[in-house]
Structures are given as structure tokens and as C-alpha cells.
T-cell receptor, first 109, second 114 residues
Framework: GQNIDQPTEMTATEGAIVQINCTYQTSGFNGLFWYQQHAGEAPTFLSY??LDGLEEKGRFSSFLSRSKGYSYLLLKELQMKDSASYLCAVQDSNYQLIWGAGTKLIIKP | NAGVTQTPKFRVLKTGQSMTLLCAQD?????MYWYRQDPGMGLRLIHYSVGEGTTAKGEVPDGYNVSRLKKQNFLLGLESAAPSQTSVYFC?????????????FGEGSRLTVL
């Protein structure tokens, strides 16, 4: 079966760095997405990786290793507004998105 | 620019009642999707459409029907609601289903079935 695993919850301190991991087992691979979802709101797109390596976008970076079935989202200089759930999703061979359950990130002052 | 708009935002139904959720997008996207989101689970695809007049089943289609009569609208219907359909429903749209097919989501519709 297809599976996306990510930690349920993480806690970090304002101003610090946090890494949210995502491992996947899917039927084929056509890309990996990270979305941010604030409580009670819709998911919004953060990043997309299809090749191995690191993609940097401001305070957020996303890394992919296809051979290991592994990705992480790195958030730097954490701000209180970064408190949200972070969703990992993989496109399988049919370009269908398989979603992880999300990681709830709690930022403490 | 409204993006993706869902109506209604909240609804309470009794078991056996029917209802329709409306999704409208103004980005001229070809692809539209209906997802449900339940606690502790990833988003699950109910139905999707790759263009006007087309629909296809997703991962959890049972108990739902959809229609895409106009490119900008995607309707999700529940013919006979059940408590198991209590969930938050998200509509989304995208340019493509291929690589870099970023999804744009509506604000969600919270449905409770008693």
C-alpha cells in the first residue's frame, strides 16, 4: 500500500530552527509537496521537490532524497505565525496526491 | 481575485438528508478536486475532474456524487447523509495534475451529520 509518515506534533522555540521529516512509500514518484495549514483554514502551497537536493525559499527550505523515500521541511528563524500544521504529499505514478496526516508545529515564546 | 470559493461554510444535517456543496474557481483551472479532512488522517480524495463535463472517482467516492457542468464550478452532492460523512470538505483546483501541479484550496466546508 501507499504510505506517508510524518510526526504528529513538534514543539519549537521562537527564533529557533526546526526540521519536519516525511518518509514515503508510494507506487511511483512524480514529485513531493509541502503545504502549510493554519487551524481552521485551507492548506496553502509551500514547496515542491522532484529532484534530489535542497530547495530554498526564504526562511523555508525543503529537501528530497528519492532513493531513501525521504524529505524534510526546514524552517528557520521561527515566528509565532509559523504555528500551523505542515502537510507532506507525494504524487504517485498516476499523478494522484497521497497525503500525510500532517505535523502540528507549536511555537513557544 | 477570489480564487476558490466554497459554499456553504457550515452545515448541519440529519441522517438521510441530502445536500450539495458548491465550489467555484475564477482562475480558469482545468482540474478540480473534492477532498475530505478528518482528524489524524491525511486529506482523502473523493472525486475529481480533469475538465468541463468530466468526473472521476478518487479514493473515497462512496456516498458522494459530483458534476462539472461548467468549467468554473464543481458540485459535490450527498444523496443520503450518514454520520460517517461528518467532516471538513475542501475543494481545490490546479492548472495540471502533472509535475508542479500546485493546488489552490477553498476555505473548507464543515459538515456535521447527526
Amino acid at each position: 500500500g501507499q504510505n506517508i509518515d510524518q510526526p504528529t506534533e513538534m514543539t519549537a522555540t521562537e527564533g529557533a530552527i526546526v526540521q519536519i521529516n516525511c518518509t514515503y512509500q508510494t507506487s511511483g514518484f512524480n514529485g513531493l509537496f509541502w503545504y502549510q495549514q493554519h487551524a481552521g483554514e485551507a492548506p496553502t502551497f509551500l514547496s515542491y521537490n522532484v529532484l534530489d537536493g535542497l530547495e530554498e525559499k526564504g526562511r523555508f527550505s525543503s529537501f528530497l532524497s528519492r532513493s531513501k523515500g525521504y524529505s524534510y521541511l526546514l524552517l528557520k528563524e521561527l515566528q509565532m505565525k509559523d504555528s500551523a500544521s505542515y502537510l507532506c504529499a507525494v504524487q504517485d505514478s498516476n499523478y494522484q496526491l497521497i497525503w500525510g496526516a500532517g505535523t502540528k508545529l507549536i511555537i513557544k515564546p | 481575485n477570489a480564487g476558490v470559493t466554497q459554499t456553504p461554510k457550515f452545515r448541519v444535517l440529519k441522517t438521510g438528508q441530502s445536500m450539495t456543496l458548491l465550489c467555484a474557481q475564477d482562475m480558469n483551472h482545468e482540474y478540480m478536486y473534492w477532498y475530505r479532512q478528518d482528524p489524524g488522517m491525511g486529506l482523502r480524495l473523493i472525486h475529481y475532474s480533469v475538465g468541463e463535463g468530466t468526473t472521476a472517482k478518487g479514493e473515497v467516492p462512496d456516498g458522494y456524487n459530483v458534476s462539472r457542468l461548467k468549467k468554473q464550478n464543481f458540485l459535490l452532492g450527498l444523496e443520503s447523509a450518514a454520520p460517517s460523512q461528518t467532516s471538513v470538505y475542501f475543494c481545490a483546483s490546479s492548472w495540471t495534475s502533472g509535475s508542479a501541479g500546485e493546488l489552490f484550496f477553498g476555505e473548507g466546508s464543515r459538515l456535521t451529520v447527526l
